[in-house]
């Protein structure tokens, strides 16, 4: 794909795009962000892009980085509603050294690969089991136990805390 294709491809889809995510969101900054890393995305695998698919390729980046958004966002929201009442009760130093590793954490887990955190994400946060995620994404178990061993050695290869 050329300058020329992509910033043709980009003029056609960028407002679709965005309103989709924002259709879906109700978030107009967050729709906006989304679609600029869509299209980050599409230069990046632009090699590996055929023209005709161009569109679904698009929409199809665009719906799992909202539902990645989405998922990470649930991530947080369960981890402080968990930790309420103790960080009432815990020290300054402990709440910063929280803080700390949450950003650390959040950090680990968005540069995992893709399939890793996928797997992750709905191992850990959706509670799904192996069987599920292998139904859902399509695939074997044994292809979500290699997902998931990757994604716990990557935690653990990254992570500066020891849990």
Do not use: C
């Not at 300058?3 to 980009?10: A, D, G, T």
């Not at 989709?20 to 299209?39: A, H, M, N, P």
């Not at 632009?46 to 990470?72: F, G, P």
């Amino acid at each position: 794909m050329t300058l020329s294709e992509f910033k043709s491809i980009f003029d056609q889809y960028y407002t679709p795009i965005k309103n989709f995510l924002y259709y879906k969101s109700g978030d107009i900054d967050l729709s906006e962000d989304i679609t600029q890393d869509v299209f980050m995305k599409l230069w990046d695998k632009r090699e590996d892009v055929q023209h005709e698919t161009v569109k679904s390729y698009l929409y199809t980046i665009a719906n799992n980085m909202l539902l990645n958004k989405i998922r990470h966002d649930k991530v947080v929201m369960n981890f402080a509603e968990k930790n309420k009442n103790q960080q009432e009760e815990q020290s300054p130093e402990f709440q910063m050294e929280e803080k700390e590793f949450k950003v650390e954490l959040e950090r680990v887990i968005g540069a995992m690969p893709e399939k890793q955190r996928e797997v992750f994400l709905m191992n850990r946060i959706e509670e799904m089991t192996y069987k599920e995620i292998a139904e859902r994404l399509e695939l074997s178990v044994k292809a979500v136990e290699k997902r998931m061993h990757g994604a716990l050695n990557h935690i653990r290869e990254h992570i500066k805390y020891k849990i």
